[in-house]
């Protein structure tokens, strides 16, 4: 189990070199401020960032597009 401040570190990386970094899960949900659990709901939808593969066993999303869907998801809200 990983200590919260080794992934608030882990989170602060990712944002840092955002246009290039693809976080696993359990990253990719810290981002989000939410559970893997509700991450795997989320990703049924169509506008929701598409995985990307990082080898044979293992996808990400880029924190780029999970940045991007945050905010569309509030301007949606601000309508």
């Given at each position: 189990?990983?200590?919260?401040?080794?992934?608030?570190?882990?989170?602060?990386?990712?944002?840092?070199?955002?246009?290039?970094?693809i976080?696993?899960?359990?990253?990719?949900a810290?981002?989000?401020?939410?559970?893997?659990?509700?991450?795997?709901?989320?990703?049924?939808?169509?506008?929701?960032?598409?995985?990307?593969?990082?080898?044979?066993?293992?996808?990400?999303?880029?924190?780029?597009?999970?940045?991007?869907?945050?905010?569309?998801?509030?301007?949606?809200?601000?309508?």
């Amino acid at each position: 189990m990983t200590s919260p401040l080794i992934e608030e570190k882990e989170i602060q990386l990712a944002r840092a070199m955002s246009n290039q970094t693809i976080a696993r899960i359990k990253i990719a949900a810290a981002i989000l401020g939410i559970t893997p659990k509700h991450l795997h709901e989320l990703a049924k939808s169509a506008d929701f960032p598409a995985k990307v593969r990082i080898g044979s066993n293992a996808v990400g999303r880029r924190v780029s597009d999970l940045e991007a869907w945050i905010d569309a998801q509030i301007v949606k809200g601000e309508h």
